[in-house]
């Protein structure tokens, strides 16, 4: 097993980091042009999260893909999966050249990831609302199994509207899973419109805390906080699952793209896709979308 | 209990719905109560043989909604405490999180009341158990109609026909106590999710002893005939079986199939029992659509025909009664069954005559 993937608190660089969220960046554009649809917006809020995840937190071994004392990642928001596989493949799991075959007849790889066919996804998803509950499910399972991973479990806002999400968060405070953490990419839309205007989800850290959560509200582009967040999940306590509500903007990285309702799903050709490419290139500037207002 | 005031209806719906009546009693040693043809196994076999192959087994973990004394999994609960958990009136979390539990090497079994595991967690079964094949055990019990008045919200007349579409989903509904024993043991090693499908746990006997012979996906001939195969299963079985011992005495041979696994469906002994017995009756608590009799419909429809009949409940909501009344009412008690069959022995028969005559 490679020993640095096998710790969390993996000892990298800002810029190594945001390095590989460009990466995630450039292989969604990339990947998206294969079929002409690709959910862009979801996954660039996402991309600081997962490279902070992948290569310096979670505690992984590629080349045994179902270690059973492996964290666990579940992409509740299964369909940021574009911006996961590369990842995936980056690290071992797979060849990179399998990413070419996207979304064509037979691949492994769909819109959705499956845990069939792709080493490193480690359950599928895609309806919404089922993530958190297949979290407790791994989560209860290691405490049975005495085993020392954590479950890791992305959400989206949107996706807070679900009703499961909230029984699955009541019973997790119920039984105490603090080996369950939650992080939320609170990316302020869901496809018809802000969250808070088609279904209000804040205020969210007081809601989660109600529900017997320990709560931490992040900066969920900037690695200094991600990497914060993650270092102070709690090892030993009053047992509470761990809920990190990361700040995010739907689109990060393309102007054009940042907190607009047009590139939920879409598809960027010709001049279009090499000028995104290119900003891209250029690293993530300040963004010029307004702070999202919450509570 | 209910209280000495209430109707014996409604005590008998009391103990239908909290899975008293049979009392402590321990299904191991006191297996039925004697004295009638038809025994009456007192209550859920479900928690005690549950807890009898965790003994032998540590992936066996077990879920309830809110209804560990009603499913007896209680009776589980108490042997292995670390390995059960109740999930409160929450199913589709219960589902899903049992699929997370059998992701990490469990085998979960995870019980409530037909209605609500079935129907209300079918989208949970389809995509977090059955598609990426987890051996998730889901149990419906108190399926078809037998809350009786508690009415259509608690009842499963549409669970087979709506699950029976889900691709690599294994199917198993079990008669007795006995039966659901074999079942059980054999469903901790079968591949992929299940669905199995429970009466309300009193229901009377069929197997006197666990069968030995059990095979999910192989259907059990449990009487032979000739004029006519009866296909059945779960909560009809006995009564079928009772019909099929009335039609005998009027010189009607009936086979007696007990189609349990509804999905693989054992297509061989369908087309063996049509061109052995010449007509098929399907009998089954469920909605005339999509369950059993329309299975057996899609198996018959690509070879010779021989007469067939659907019997069921018809495609209505079922009116407020109790149980027994409600199986009386739909012709699905013994009596009506072999009405319903007496008919169709007869109309194959005449039909049978006149070809011999043309």
Redo the contacts between chains.
């Keep these: 097993m490679s020993a640095d993937l096998a710790a969390r608190g993996r000892n990298v660089t800002a810029d190594f980091l945001a390095d590989r969220a460009k990466f995630v960046r450039l292989e969604t554009l990339r990947l998206t042009r294969i079929c002409g649809a690709g959910h862009y917006s979801s996954t660039f809020s996402a991309a600081e999260l997962f490279a902070a995840l992948y290569y310096a937190h979670l505690r992984l071994n590629p080349a045994e893909p179902k270690w059973?004392d492996r964290d666990?990642f579940i992409l509740s928001k299964g369909h940021a999966a574009i911006g996961l596989y590369p990842i995936l493949a980056d690290l071992g799991y797979f060849d990179p050249k399998l990413l070419d075959s996207y979304t064509r007849l037979g691949s492994p790889f769909g819109d959705h990831p499956?845990?069939?066919k792709i080493p490193g996804i480690?359950?599928?998803s895609?309806?919404l609302g089922?993530g958190l509950?297949?979290?407790?499910?791994?989560?209860?399972?290691?405490r049975?199994?005495k085993r020392p991973y954590r479950v890791y479990c992305m959400l989206g806002d949107g996706e807070l509207a679900e009703?499961?999400i909230w029984?699955?968060a009541?019973?997790a405070g119920?039984?105490r899973l603090q080996g369950l953490v939650g992080i939320v990419d609170r990316n302020q839309l869901c496809i018809d419109g802000p969250t808070e205007e088609i279904m209000r989800v804040e205020p969210l850290a007081d809601r989660f805390r109600s529900f017997g959560w320990d709560v931490q509200r992040i900066d969920g582009h900037d690695f200094t906080a991600i990497l914060g967040a993650l270092d102070g999940l709690k090892q030993a306590g009053d047992g509470r699952p761990q809920m990190i509500i990361a700040d995010t903007i739907k689109g990060r990285g393309v102007a054009r793209m940042e907190l607009s309702l047009d590139w939920h799903v879409g598809n960027l050709v010709g001049q279009d896709y090499d000028d995104a490419f290119a900003e891209i290139e250029a690293g993530l500037k300040p963004s010029k979308v307004k702070e999202p207002v919450h509570g | 209990m209910a209280d000495s005031r209430a109707t014996p209806q409604a005590q008998e719906q009391d103990a239908i719905f909290r899975g008293t009546g049979g009392g402590e009693l321990s299904l191991k040693d006191k297996a039925s109560v004697q004295g009638t043809p038809a025994r009456l196994l007192p209550a859920f076999a479900l928690g005690e043989e549950l807890a009898d192959l965790a003994d032998r087994d540590p992936r066996i973990v077990v879920l309830t909604a809110d209804l560990a004394s009603a499913n007896r999994t209680r009776d589980f609960k108490l042997r292995h405490p670390d390995r059960f958990f109740d999930f409160g009136i929450a199913e589709k979390n219960m589902i899903t999180a049992a699929a997370g539990m059998a992701s990490a090497g469990h085998v979960p079994y995870a019980a409530t009341f037909a209605a609500f595991s079935a129907i209300l967690g079918a989208e949970q079964i389809r995509t977090d158990c059955a598609y990426p094949r987890m051996p998730v055990r889901v149990i419906g019990h108190h399926s078809g109609m037998s809350m009786g008045f508690y009415g259509t919200s608690h009842h499963a007349l549409e669970d087979l026909g709506m699950l029976r579409t889900i691709a690599e989903l294994t199917i198993v509904c079990a008669a007795d106590a006995n039966h659901l024993r074999a079942i059980l043991r054999a469903s901790v090693d079968h591949p992929g999710a299940m669905y199995i499908r429970l009466g309300r746990g009193r229901d009377p006997e069929v197997y006197p002893e666990v069968p030995r012979d059990f095979r999910i996906g192989q259907a059990t001939t449990l009487r032979d005939g000739k004029d006519l195969t009866i296909i059945t299963n779960g909560t009809m079985v006995r009564a079928t079986l009772d019909a099929a011992v009335a039609l005998a005495g009027e010189g009607t041979s009936v086979r007696v199939i007990d189609m349990h696994t509804l999905k693989p469906l054992d297509a061989a002994a369908i087309r063996r029992a049509a061109s052995e017995t010449g007509a098929i009756l399907t009998v089954e608590e469920h909605n005339i659509t999509g369950g059993l009799g329309s299975a057996v419909a899609e198996v018959l429809v690509s070879g010779d025909r021989v007469p067939f009949q659907r019997h069921g409940v018809p495609d209505e909501f079922v009116p407020v009664g109790p149980p027994a009344a409600l199986y009386a009412h739909y012709r699905l008690d013994a009596a009506g069954i072999a009405a319903v069959a007496r008919e169709l022995a007869a109309g194959a028969k005449s039909g049978r005559e006149r070809k011999r005559v043309s």
């Design positions: 059973p666990r499956d845990m069939k480690d359950f599928s895609g309806s089922h509950s297949i979290g407790l499910g791994m989560a209860l399972a290691a049975v199994q009703g499961q029984e699955a009541m019973a119920h039984f």
